[in-house]
């Protein structure tokens, strides 16, 4: 963090960068791992805005009685899950290249939570149709035959859980949504590792804790002493409905 005088020079300085008119959108790609897999989606939004403040980047404020920076995040990720793949539009008002702005930001954030990529958005939110997650689970009985079990569960439909929505509980069919999966045993870890693309648009989005709730139902996993069994869960990608890398 700067000291007190050096952010208010810095300040000054930013005012007299060129003026953007209008404003220009840039993107922020960010991973958020480890401990900080269970911050709410609010609390991130108030880190950034402290964070965007002191690493004194020349971002837009809205106009009107009570003026902030515009932040508007991509597709939603669950607390307790972590990803390397998050998204985050701000809008600039001065000229600053995208390095800089990386730069300064990974100044004021850590490795759990950090800048992997700035740059000028060329696809829309609205765009975005899949994202990609890699699980482990690790449960009593881990075996090839746990993954062999765990694979014909969430391939077979229908497969019915509980989506909670806007109109209310609502029951849906999971494997629809589910466009590939991949599950393996390794017995290095003992885990059993799943790689799966799932459905993630503005209108058809699965959580994969889905994913994890219907192998607690069917196969009473994951329902003992936390110590002995658990699960992660990380976001690796996001692409598009044509299954283009999302950028």
């Known amino acids: 963090m700067l000291?007190?005088?050096s952010k208010i020079n810095e300040m000054a300085r930013l005012k007299k960068l060129q003026k953007i008119d209008p404003p220009?959108?840039?993107r922020l790609k960010f991973r958020k791992v480890g401990s900080l897999q269970y911050t709410s989606h609010l609390d991130l939004q108030r880190t950034f805005n402290r964070v965007i403040v002191r690493a004194c980047i020349p971002v837009w404020y809205t106009k009107g009685f009570n003026p902030?920076?515009?932040l508007v995040f991509s597709t939603p990720l669950s607390v307790g899950a972590?990803?390397?793949c998050?998204?985050?539009d701000i809008k600039i008002d001065r000229e600053m290249s995208c390095g800089e702005i990386m730069e300064r930001l990974n100044h004021e954030l850590t490795e759990e939570l950090c800048i992997t990529d700035v740059y000028y958005p060329i696809d829309d939110f609205?765009?975005?149709?899949?994202?990609?997650?890699d699980m482990k689970i690790h449960t009593v009985g881990n075996s090839e035959k746990m993954a062999e079990d765990i694979k014909k569960i969430l391939i077979t439909s229908p497969l019915m859980l509980?989506?909670?929505t806007k109109a209310g509980d609502k029951e849906i069919d999971i494997i629809p949504l589910i466009k590939s999966i991949d599950v393996r045993y390794s017995s290095d870890e003992d885990t059993v590792n799943i790689n799966t693309v799932l459905r993630a648009s503005a209108t058809e989005f699965l959580n994969p804790e889905m994913l994890v709730t219907a192998l607690k139902?069917?196969?009473g996993i994951l329902s003992t002493d936390l110590s002995k069994e658990w699960y992660e869960i990380v976001r690796k990608e996001i692409f598009k409905e044509d299954m283009a890398v999302f950028r």
């Open 82 to 84: 972590q990803s390397e």
């Open 3 to 5: 000291p007190e005088n």
């Open 24 to 26: 220009r959108n840039i």
């Open 68 to 70: 902030h920076i515009k």
């Open 86 to 88: 998050e998204y985050l």
């Open 126 to 133: 609205s765009e975005i149709g899949y994202a990609e997650y």
């Open 217 to 219: 139902n069917s196969l």
């Open 162 to 164: 509980t989506k909670r």
